[in-house]
C-alpha cells in the first residue's frame, strides 16, 4: 500500500554509507485449507532454539543488521535509502528515502549473483525435487506455481541450515505476520464478500499444493513438514515478494523486497543484460516519501485480488472489479472484455463498457450474440447501439440487481466483523479485522457510488 509522509513513522534501519551506483539510468524500464500438519507451538517444539530465530505470527521481526548485511554482499543504495515502520511493533516495515531524489536516481542496485530465481534453486537442489516438481507442474497456473514452488523450498532450506549461512541475516527480516490469503482464517473468509473469499481461499489452496509437494522431497525434515507455521512463513515470503524476471522467471531480490505497492508509484524495476536488479524513481521523491513500485499492472483495478495475494489494500486505487462472473467464458465473451483488469467500476460510480457489453451479450439469443459480438470486433458501434436501444433498459435492471446484491453482501459481512469489534476485538485470535473492514468498506463505497448512478437513470 502507499505511505504517505504524514503518518507516524519509526526509523529501523538506514544505509551507513551512502555508495554509487555504477549503472547509468536507463532511457526508459524494461518491462519487468487446511493446514496439513499441526502448529509446532502446540508440540513444545521452539523454533527459536532449533533455527536461531522464530517464525511465529507474534516473533519479533529483526532489520536491524539487514542493510549493513545488504551492503556487505555487494547491494548499493542511494544515499539516504533507510527502512521505517509505521506500526510500534515492527511488522510493517517498508523502504523511504531522507533526502529528495529526482526522476531517475538509482535507488538500490541488486547483484545477479544475489539474487534468488526459481531456475536457479531447481539447478542447486538437484534431481532430488523433480517427483514433487511433476505435482506442480500438473496444477493449474503451472508457469506461475513451479518456479514459486522451487524458490518457497529454497527459504525452507535456507532456515533449516540456520545461522552462518549467506541469506540468514535477510531471512531475519523477512515478515513473520501475514494478511494474504494464504494467512486467512475460516473467520476471515466469513466476512469476506464471496468473490474476494473464493480468491483468497485460492492462495491458500496453493499453499496446500505446495505443502503436499513436500512429502516428496526426501531432503526436507519432518520438523519443517510438520509445522504449518514454518511451511505457512515461507509460502508467503516467496508469495507476497518475488518478483517476474524477464525470462519468465520468479525471483527475490534481497532489500528490493521492501518497496511498497502502489497504483501510482514513484519508482520502477529495471533489469540490466547481467541480470542485475535496480530500482530508479520514475518522479521526484521527496525526502520522507515512501518508495513505491507496482507490484503487478493486472492487479491495479482489483483491491480483492491485491488482499488475496499481497495482504495489502490499495486504497488509491481508482477502480474495482465489478465481480460479474460467467461460468464458462467462451473466446466471444474474453472479446467483449471480459477480464477483472476490464470489468470495472470506477470511484465516480462510472461503469466501464464492457461490463455493460459483457452483460448485454449474454441477455442475446444465438444469432443476435454474433451479430453483436461481429459488430463489436470490426468497430461497427451502429448495430452496437440499436441492440443498446432494443435491451438497455433490461441491461441497466440486470446491473442494477447485480451492484445492489454486492452492496447487501458486503453489508452482511461487515456485520461479523463489526459485532466482533464491539465485543472487544482479540488481536490474537483475528488479528486480521480491521484490514478485512478496510477492503469491505473501500469496494463498498463504489459499489454503492455506482447503484446511485444506476438508480438515477
Not at 507490484?295 to 488482499?307: A, F, I, K, R, V
Not at 485470535?429 to 469491505?440: C, E, F
Request: proline content about 6%; aromatic content about 10%; charged content about 25%.
Amino acid at each position: 500500500m502507499t505511505r504517505r509522509r504524514s503518518r507516524s513513522i519509526v526509523l529501523l534501519a538506514a544505509a551507513g554509507r551512502a555508495s554509487s551506483f555504477a549503472l547509468p539510468p536507463p532511457s526508459r524500464p524494461r518491462a519487468a485449507c487446511l493446514p496439513l500438519t499441526t502448529s509446532l507451538q502446540e508440540t513444545g517444539v521452539d523454533l527459536q532454539s532449533l533455527f536461531g530465530f522464530s517464525v511465529r505470527e507474534d516473533a519479533p521481526r529483526d532489520i536491524s543488521t539487514v542493510i549493513d548485511w545488504a551492503a556487505g554482499m555487494g547491494v548499493q543504495t542511494c544515499d539516504g535509502f533507510a527502512l521505517y515502520s509505521a506500526d510500534e511493533d515492527g511488522k510493517d516495515v517498508y523502504a523511504a528515502t531522507s533526502r529528495d531524489l529526482p526522476e531517475g536516481s538509482p535507488v538500490v542496485c541488486v547483484p545477479a549473483d544475489l539474487i534468488l530465481t526459481g531456475m536457479k534453486a531447481r539447478e542447486e537442489l538437484g534431481a532430488a525435487t523433480y517427483e514433487a516438481e511433476e505435482d506442480i507442474a500438473s496444477s493449474p497456473d503451472a508457469l506461475d506455481n513451479l518456479p514459486q514452488f522451487y524458490l518457497f523450498l529454497k527459504i525452507l532450506m535456507e532456515y533449516d541450515l540456520g545461522e552462518g549461512r549467506m541469506y540468514y541475516e535477510w531471512l531475519k527480516s523477512l515478515p513473520k505476520f501475514f494478511s494474504n490469503g494464504s494467512s486467512m482464517t475460516e473467520f476471515c473468509f466469513g466476512c469476506l464478500p464471496p468473490y474476494a473469499a473464493e480468491v483468497s481461499l485460492r492462495e491458500k489452496q496453493r499453499l496446500k499444493l505446495f505443502v503436499e509437494a513436500l512429502e516428496r522431497v526426501p531432503f526436507v525434515s519432518d520438523v519443517l513438514m510438520k509445522s504449518d507455521e514454518i511451511t505457512k512463513w515461507a509460502f508467503s515470503s516467496v508469495n507476497t515478494r518475488c518478483h517476474p524476471t524477464p525470462d519468465g522467471d520468479r525471483c527475490l531480490a534481497p532489500l528490493a523486497d521492501f518497496f511498497d505497492h502502489s497504483s501510482d508509484p514513484n519508482a520502477y524495476l529495471y533489469w540490466d543484460e547481467g541480470m542485475n536488479l535496480s530500482v530508479y524513481t520514475s518522479r521526484d521523491v521527496g525526502a520522507g516519501e515512501a518508495i513505491t513500485i507496482c507490484y503487478d499492472p493486472s492487479l491495479m483495478y482489483n483491491p480483492s485480488d491485491l488482499l488475496a495475494r499481497y495482504g495489502c489494500i490499495e486504497e488509491t486505487a481508482q477502480a474495482t472489479f465489478a465481480k460479474y462472473k460467467i461460468d464458462d467464458p467462451t473466446q466471444e465473451h474474453y472479446d467483449l472484455g471480459y477480464d477483472p483488469s476490464r470489468m470495472l467500476v470506477y470511484k465516480s460510480g462510472d461503469v466501464s463498457q464492457e461490463v455493460w457489453d459483457v452483460l448485454l451479450y449474454e441477455d442475446l439469443g444465438k444469432e443476435d450474440r454474433a451479430a453483436f459480438h461481429q459488430a463489436h470486433v470490426t468497430g461497427d458501434e451502429g448495430p452496437k447501439q440499436q441492440y443498446y436501444g432494443a435491451y438497455g433498459a433490461q441491461v441497466t435492471d440486470k446491473l442494477r440487481r447485480h451492484v445492489a446484491f454486492l452492496v447487501n453482501e458486503l453489508d452482511e459481512c461487515n456485520i461479523g466483523l463489526e459485532m466482533q469489534l464491539s465485543m472487544g476485538w482479540d488481536k490474537h485470535r483475528h488479528p486480521r479485522t480491521p484490514l478485512l473492514i478496510r477492503h469491505n468498506n473501500f469496494v463498498r463505497s463504489m459499489f454503492e457510488k455506482a447503484l446511485e448512478n444506476l438508480d438515477a437513470m
